[in-house]
């Protein structure tokens, strides 16, 4: 595609459910990336790719939040247990190596 | 560990005059630099970008940025804004081989007829 495209769009769910949220990243961008946008932390990087492997997960919060990427395209954020604190904007990016990063439009999450 | 300063939370500007938005960084290596805007419910839509080279760079829908390394300084600026430029502006900093954004916390700029 053109860009890079997230789903849902908006996602609500209730407290203790698991969510996984979807990224599909530019085609032949090798890099892919998960930050999260909350009123009280701004934004915050999360996890990188790069192909099928995540050198840096040091921004995951919890041992709740994973990710995978499979066929260096397709990513998923899967957080498990949710609870109300991870209600936030999940975006994805994408870029070449060692390039700027092009943004989805995200996932809005909402925790009941 | 790297950091970005935008020391102006919220800017309100005339239509047509003239914008600068502050940001300031530190880091250790020589950075990247970026400058994002985003409008409300949407992502992240890069305006432009410095990497090594001019310090002085343009970017998309009129925009320009200066590097200047004494001041560890990269500048936003418009001559002219348009009532369509009303956005939360972002700048952030990164280095070849780290590949993670840091960002600033933002500037929400308003525009007044």
């Known amino acids: 595609g053109a860009g890079v495209s997230q789903s849902p769009s908006n996602k609500v769910t209730e407290k203790g459910k698991d969510v996984e949220l979807r990224c599909d990243p530019i085609s032949g961008h090798t890099a892919l990336y998960w930050y999260r946008q909350s009123l009280g932390q701004g934004l915050e990087f999360l996890i990188y790719f790069q192909g099928n492997s995540a050198p840096d997960k040091s921004g995951l919060p919890s041992d709740r939040f994973s990710a995978e990427r499979t066929g260096g395209s397709v990513s998923t954020l899967t957080i498990q247990r949710t609870q109300q604190e991870d209600s936030a904007v999940y975006l994805c990016?994408?870029?070449?190596?060692?390039?700027?990063?092009?943004f989805g439009p995200g996932t809005r999450l909402t925790v009941l | 560990a790297q950091s970005v300063t935008q020391p102006d939370i919220h800017i309100t500007v005339s239509e047509g005059a003239s914008l600068e938005l502050r940001c300031n960084y530190s880091y250790g290596a020589t950075p990247y630099l970026f400058w994002y805007v985003q409008s409300p419910g949407q992502g992240l839509q890069l305006l432009l970008k410095?990497?090594?080279?001019?310090?002085l760079v343009q970017g998309i829908k009129g925009f320009e940025a200066e590097f200047k390394r004494s001041q560890s300084s990269f500048n936003l600026r418009k001559p002219s804004v348009h009532w369509s430029d009303a956005a939360e502006y972002f700048c952030?900093?990164?280095?070849?081989?780290?590949?993670?954004?840091?960002f600033g916390t933002g500037t929400r700029l308003t525009i007044i007829p």
């Open positions: 990016a994408s870029s070449l190596a060692g390039r700027e990063q092009f």
């Open positions: 952030a900093v990164t280095n070849f081989g780290n590949e993670k954004l840091t």
């Open positions: 410095y990497f090594s080279g001019d310090t």
